[in-house]
């Protein structure tokens, strides 16, 4: 846990959240301020920057976060039609909460700007 990380709290409880799923060291929430119809983020509870801090996780949370976010894209139903999963890194990746976090987004024709 990193002192005054907004993502940590949600982990904690600490922070409110709609929590859609929780397993295996990973925590899928609905984010405030949804870009598609659903967007939900994906973190490991463990705290690391960004994705350029993956070794920071065990290779078994590593492999649980891809089968954790495949599994929360499922259940919104996002399969049939799509979805898209990003994350960003840094200043010009505009990165603006430093947990490593996954965008989970779908439920419409995304745009090939977002
Ligand atoms: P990024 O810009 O990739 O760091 O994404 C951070 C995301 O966190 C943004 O999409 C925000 O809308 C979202 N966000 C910020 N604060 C909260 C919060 N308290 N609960 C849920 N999502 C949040």
Redesign the pocket.
């Known amino acids: 846990m990193a002192d005054d990380c907004?993502?940590c709290?949600?982990v904690a409880g600490d922070?409110?959240?709609?929590v859609v799923r929780r397993e295996n060291g990973m925590v899928a929430?609905?984010?405030?301020?949804?870009?598609a119809p659903v967007?939900v983020?994906v973190i490991p509870e463990r705290h690391v920057d960004s994705l350029a801090g993956v070794e920071g996780l065990t290779p078994g949370e590593r492999a649980d976060m891809l089968a954790f976010t495949a599994a929360v894209a499922r259940e919104h139903g996002l399969e049939p039609t799509g979805y898209r999963v990003?994350?960003?890194h840094g200043a010009d990746?505009?990165?603006?909460?430093?947990h490593l976090?996954w965008?989970v987004m779908g439920g419409t024709r995304l745009s090939d700007t977002m």
């Open positions: 907004l993502f709290g949600i922070v409110p959240a709609k929430f609905h984010d405030i301020a949804p870009k967007h983020l990003t994350t960003n990746g505009l990165q603006s909460v430093h976090h965008h």
